[in-house]
């Protein structure tokens, strides 16, 4: 495989990108493997008009806390499916009064909120904000909650999770140093992710590559439908030599499907978003 080019291109990937026009990355695998790049002379998410559900999506999960009805302990919200994952809030008001064992998958729990510590077969593991604890299949265990509410952002998959579960995988977005080179593109490339549905997790930061994005919301982008900066974004970033986002990404090789439930709390109008300015 070797590099190949046509037309007015920079000479690096992201860097020095000719006036005027936008870099769209395609990929297959995830962030992963061979890729190419269009260069544009419009946005690819300029879209003025979606028809039908598969559209981008941005939802408020930290509402569900404000729905949470007691004297339940915990409550698990299943937010959407596929056959690679489930993904859910769980919300721990107080220490669990039983223990309990997931029989169908291993459970991935994200900390957003809260202190405590999981009280395990193997023993307890403490638990703080931005932290992952993985709960293998079959493990039985339950929450200890030091000061509540703990809010976290759980992904059950049936396969072993390995920050990589058939076909799901995790990544993390992490606060980091951006690229210094004054021509180097400093917000996330549009692209489409062709062969998974993407999900971001919004923890903590400011997610300067997105309008009005708020710690403890959702984002699913299909597969196969661009994303990337909001307008004024790229402008903001180039001043930028830092971010301290922190993320949680899930890519999914099957489409997830939407709880209906999930339509209480969603961001309406965020398709287009792209196109206001
Ligand atoms: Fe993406």
Same mark, same amino acid.
């Given at each position: 495989?070797?590099?190949?080019?046509?037309?007015?291109?920079?000479?690096?990937?992201?860097?020095?990108?000719?006036?005027? %026009?936008?870099?769209?990355?395609?990929?297959?695998?995830?962030?992963? $493997?061979? !890729?190419?790049? %269009?260069?544009?002379?419009?946005?690819?998410?300029? =879209?003025?008009?979606?028809?039908?559900?598969?559209?981008?999506?941005?939802?408020?999960?930290?509402?569900f806390?404000?729905?949470?009805?007691?004297?339940?302990?915990?409550?698990q919200i299943l937010m959407?499916?596929?056959?690679?994952?489930?993904?859910y809030v769980?919300?721990?008001?107080?220490?669990?009064?039983?223990?309990?064992?997931?029989?169908? @998958?291993?459970?991935?729990?994200?900390?957003?909120?809260?202190?405590?510590?999981?009280?395990?077969?193997? $023993?307890?593991?403490?638990? /703080?904000?931005? &932290?992952?604890?993985?709960?293998?299949? @079959?493990?039985?265990?339950?929450?200890?909650?030091?000061?509540? *509410?703990?809010?976290?952002?759980?992904?059950?998959?049936?396969?072993?999770?390995?920050?990589?579960? @058939?076909?799901? %995988?995790?990544?993390?977005?992490? *606060?980091?140093?951006?690229?210094? &080179?004054?021509?180097?593109?400093? !917000?996330?490339?549009?692209?489409?992710?062709?062969?998974?549905? /993407? !999900?971001?997790?919004?923890?903590? $930061?400011?997610?300067?590559?997105?309008?009005?994005?708020?710690?403890?919301? %959702?984002?699913?982008?299909?597969?196969?439908?661009?994303? @990337?900066?909001?307008?004024?974004? !790229?402008?903001?970033?180039?001043?930028?030599?830092?971010?301290?986002?922190?993320?949680?990404?899930?890519?999914?090789?099957?489409?997830?499907?939407?709880?209906?439930?999930?339509?209480?709390?969603?961001?309406? &109008?965020?398709?287009?978003? =792209?196109?206001?300015?």
């Amino acid at each position: 495989m070797y590099l190949n080019k046509k037309g007015k291109v920079p000479n690096q990937a992201h860097v020095g990108i000719p006036e005027g %026009l936008c870099e769209e990355e395609h990929g297959r695998e995830g962030f992963a $493997g061979p !890729v190419s790049h %269009l260069y544009r002379t419009h946005p690819p998410t300029g =879209w003025v008009k979606i028809e039908g559900p598969l559209k981008p999506r941005a939802f408020a999960c930290a509402q569900f806390s404000m729905k949470l009805t007691p004297p339940s302990t915990a409550r698990q919200i299943l937010m959407m499916q596929s056959q690679d994952a489930s993904l859910y809030v769980s919300i721990h008001t107080a220490t669990m009064v039983h223990f309990i064992r997931n029989a169908d @998958g291993d459970e991935t729990y994200f900390v957003h909120q809260g202190t405590g510590r999981f009280e395990t077969d193997y $023993g307890t593991l403490p638990y /703080e904000p931005g &932290d992952y604890v993985v709960i293998p299949k @079959g493990t039985t265990y339950r929450t200890h909650v030091d000061a509540g *509410p703990s809010f976290f952002f759980l992904i059950e998959t049936p396969e072993a999770i390995m920050f990589r579960a @058939g076909g799901c %995988l995790i990544s993390t977005f992490a *606060p980091r140093p951006l690229e210094s &080179d004054p021509e180097a593109l400093r !917000v996330p490339f549009y692209h489409r992710n062709t062969d998974y549905d /993407e !999900v971001l997790f919004y923890h903590e $930061g400011e997610f300067f590559s997105r309008a009005g994005i708020q710690p403890g919301m %959702l984002t699913l982008h299909p597969q196969g439908i661009h994303h @990337g900066p909001q307008p004024n974004a !790229v402008q903001a970033a180039k001043g930028k030599t830092y971010t301290n986002e922190v993320a949680v990404m899930v890519e999914s090789k099957t489409p997830f499907i939407v709880k209906p439930e999930m339509e209480t709390v969603e961001i309406k &109008d965020y398709a287009m978003s =792209w196109s206001r300015r």
